[in-house]
């Protein structure tokens, strides 16, 4: 299947540094990519979608001015935690679907484990 | 979407057929179901989907009543490294993100 990759698989930082995450597709082009984030013993959550080319669209309760996603070209996305606190550490994952509608599967990267000091 | 329902946790030997139950009583006409499954520290893994028909992949075997209510998930050999867990989830078609509920944590033993 088609390949996701996400780096750094693991960060550590201090207290209010930014932190960015990428996200590529190495295989195939993806118009959309989706951020999750999951605490400990916790489900996945959705926090935005990324969409190639204009604004992404935040879940409820997601600061957009704290998680800032850029999705610049059709493998890309990246997502930038600014500000760091120590309740921002947890388990960032990001997704993709290789076509616009298609009903197949989504694909994940291997997740990025954050944790602030 | 609409929400399915999952046991928490599960046993199963290795080698025998792990059988999922997920109930998605309030699905629509347009909504596939959706499994995945997520081994410790990693990102999820995709297994299958269907809409209304029986599929098998050299995964597993999903199993969709006829109704479209319920679902089950078979892993025929069920081994060490399929304990994980496991993720049943409804999505329509036009939609693109998935959103994951609780799971079952499948334990397979020796």
């Known amino acids: 299947g088609a390949v996701v990759s996400q780096h750094p698989s693991w960060v550590i930082c201090k207290s209010g540094t930014s932190v960015k995450i990428e996200c590529r597709s190495l295989d195939f082009q993806a118009t959309t990519m989706f951020w999750y984030r999951q605490f400990p013993k916790q489900s996945l959550m959705l926090m935005a979608t990324s969409n190639e080319g204009s604004k992404a669209t935040y879940e409820q309760g997601v600061e957009k001015d704290k998680f800032l996603i850029n999705h610049a070209s059709l493998t890309l996305s990246t997502l930038t935690v600014t500000s760091a606190h120590p309740e921002d550490s947890s388990f960032y994952i990001c997704?993709?679907?290789?076509?616009?509608?298609?009903?197949?599967?989504?694909?994940f990267g291997e997740g990025s484990r954050l944790t602030v000091l | 979407d609409a929400k399915t329902t999952q046991p928490p946790s599960m046993d199963c030997a290795e080698g025998r057929a792990a059988n999922l139950p997920c109930n998605h009583s309030t699905i629509s006409g347009n909504e596939y179901v959706y499994w995945y499954r997520q081994i410790h520290s990693q990102g999820p893994q995709y297994i299958i989907h269907?809409?209304?028909n029986n599929e098998t992949n050299e995964m597993a075997s999903l199993i969709i009543t006829e109704d479209r209510k319920s679902s089950t998930l078979i892993l025929p050999h069920a081994t060490l490294r399929d304990t994980a867990v496991y993720y049943c989830?409804?999505?329509?078609?036009?939609?693109?993100?998935?959103?994951f509920g609780k799971g079952t944590s499948l334990l397979v033993t020796p």
């Open positions: 989830i409804v999505s329509s078609s036009s939609g693109y993100a998935l959103n």
């Open positions: 997704s993709a679907r290789e076509r616009r509608g298609n009903t197949g599967e989504l694909f």
């Open positions: 269907g809409l209304k």
